[in-house]
């Protein structure tokens, strides 16, 4: 494949979609790391059970930002297939 022979709106393509696909693995990885983080300061750093409970609810929101991660990875892998099952036909 030369690369003179490929048209603008390829580049383009694969441009937004190295966006998303950083985007959704950026997403993932923050949400780990605030994750474990929270895990960490609820059993070093909580003194009461609201502390505790406040931690805990950090984990859950981070568990539900990687799964939106996870999403936007799935997504990203659709796009990618219409675009070359669909559009480039």
Same mark, same amino acid.
């Given at each position: 494949? $030369?690369? *003179?022979?490929? *048209?603008?709106? $390829? ?6 979609? &190295?966006?998303?696909?950083?985007? =959704?693995?950026? &997403? ?5 790391? $605030? *994750? #474990?983080? +929270? *895990?960490?300061? /609820?059993?070093?750093?909580?003194? #009461?059970? &609201?502390? @505790?409970?406040?931690? @805990? ?5 981070? #568990?539900?930002?990687?799964?939106? =991660? ?5 997504? +990203? #892998? %659709?796009?990618?297939? %219409?675009?070359? /099952?669909? %559009?480039? /036909?």
């Amino acid at each position: 494949m $030369d690369l *003179k022979n490929i *048209k603008l709106a $390829d580049w383009v393509f694969v441009i937004v979609e &190295t966006i998303i696909i950083a985007f =959704g693995l950026f &997403t993932i990885i923050g949400s780990q790391l $605030d *994750k #474990s983080e +929270a *895990k960490r300061r /609820k059993f070093e750093e909580a003194t #009461s059970i &609201t502390q @505790q409970m406040y931690f @805990q609810e950090l984990q859950l929101l981070a #568990s539900i930002e990687m799964i939106f =991660g996870a999403l936007i990875l799935v997504l +990203a #892998s %659709i796009f990618v297939f %219409i675009y070359f /099952k669909i %559009i480039k /036909k």
